[in-house]
């Protein structure tokens, strides 16, 4: 089976209710799973790839979603699942094998707002056409 991915979701945006929260927690899973060096944190903002966060305004209400990071081995959704653990986040599912389809590893977590956050490695993966999208900007 072949399928693509990393063409449709321009970007996920969370709006949480603490931010600085939200950074420590969301800083210890990227470094879990090897990808916190592209993050950019400014402000009241913080970014890494399409996942853009920021604090929720008077007006505006909390997230409530689900996200599947990808993870590049086993060791590195265990990795993700203590450290979450460890930086305010809930366990929503330990690390394990799930029967979605046969070699689906995952965790799940709950960051500080409840967002369903999951890291996982997809075992029918073969190989990716790519690591990443390169994208120039002016």
């Known amino acids: 089976m072949r399928y693509h991915q990393g063409r449709l979701i321009d970007h996920v945006?969370?709006?949480?209710?603490?931010?600085?929260?939200?950074?420590?927690?969301?800083?210890?899973?990227?470094e879990a799973l090897g990808v916190a060096d592209h993050a950019h944190v400014g402000r009241d903002w913080m970014e890494l790839d399409e996942l853009y966060i920021d604090v929720a305004g008077s007006r505006q209400i909390v997230s409530q979603v689900h996200i599947a990071l990808q993870a590049a081995d086993r060791a590195a959704v265990d990795?993700?699942?203590?450290a979450g653990l460890a930086n305010g986040g809930r366990d929503n599912g330990p690390p394990g094998l799930r029967d979605y389809h046969p070699d689906?590893?995952?965790?799940?977590?709950?960051?500080?707002d409840g967002n369903n956050i999951e890291a996982k490695v997809d075992?029918?993966?073969?190989?990716?056409?790519a690591g990443s999208v390169d994208v120039e900007t002016d």
């Open 13 to 30: 945006h969370l709006r949480v209710s603490d931010f600085d929260r939200s950074v420590e927690f969301y800083t210890a899973i990227f």
């Open 79 to 82: 990795r993700f699942h203590a």
């Open 104 to 112: 689906y590893y995952a965790a799940y977590l709950l960051d500080p």
């Open 123 to 129: 075992g029918r993966v073969r190989r990716r056409s």
